[in-house]
T-cell receptor
Framework: QKEVEQDPGPLSVPEGAIVSLNCTYS??????FMWYRQYSRKGPELLMY????GNKEDGRFTAQVDKSSKYISLFIRDSQPSDSATYLC???????FGSGTKLNVKP | KAGVTQTPRYLIKTRGQQVTLSCSPI?????VSWYQQTPGQGLQFLFE???????NKGNFPGRFSGRQFSNSRSEMNVSTLELGDSALYLC???????????FGPGTRLLVL
């Protein structure tokens, strides 16, 4: 079993939709949770991070962590074509990454 | 503040050769981690260096090695290249290594 599981997608949504991206993990020792966005042929770019259960909001992005269920989510409101990218969840103590969900937002 | 830089950006090698990749972290960051990214395996952790010492290591063969210099710049070496080593190699830096990491643009390696 992988340490971190993430649905690879692709996920295709119309512009303006609310997007929900999810990851599950198996190691209850993970303390830091992050979401990265990666555009094609670029390195991952940090979007959000949190180290506690609950919600954290930043503009159109909301990160949600449920440690009891070992489940994290990223919500994107009012999605834009520029949001089309691969989204990677990550968590640590050591860094473990999900395989990434490819998101396509259609104009 | 300048971001993480990696050189070279693209590299073509043949099987059996060796390669050295370089990473310059964000100024003040002391932790540098290396990752291999392939379409099939995703992002896989290679190793982390902190203050010139390897602090963590992933599950890669000994052909993959690295080092960190006193100015926190890091190099990664792959010896006896195999076709399966073709990948995007990413380096990421952080201040202490516990908190979030910031990635460079990567070096795309093609082994023929």
């Amino acid at each position: 079993q992988k340490e971190v599981e993430q649905d690879p997608g692709p996920l295709s949504v119309p512009e303006g939709a609310i997007v929900s991206l999810n990851c599950t993990y198996s190691n209850s020792a993970f303390q830091y949770f992050m979401w990265y966005r990666q555009y094609s042929r670029k390195g991952p770019e940090l979007l959000m991070y949190t180290y506690s259960s609950g919600n954290k909001e930043d503009g159109r992005f909301t990160a949600q962590v449920d440690k009891s269920s070992k489940y994290i989510s990223l919500f994107i409101r009012d999605s834009q074509p520029s949001d089309s990218a691969t989204y990677l969840c990550a968590m640590r103590n050591k860094f473990y990454f999900g395989s990434g969900t490819k998101l396509n937002v259609k104009p | 503040k300048a971001g993480v830089t990696q050189t070279p950006r693209y590299l073509i090698k043949t099987r059996g050769q060796q390669v050295t990749l370089s990473c310059s972290p964000i100024s003040g960051h002391r932790s540098v981690s290396w990752y291999q990214q392939t379409p099939g395996q995703g992002l896989q952790f290679l190793f982390e260096y902190f203050s010139e010492t390897q602090r963590n290591k992933g599950n890669f063969p000994g052909r993959f090695s690295g080092r960190q210099f006193s100015n926190s710049r890091s190099e990664m070496n792959v010896s006896t290249l195999e076709l399966g080593d073709s990948a995007l190699y990413l380096c990421a830096s952080s201040f202490e290594g516990v908190e979030t990491q910031y990635f460079g643009p990567g070096t795309r390696l093609l082994v023929l």
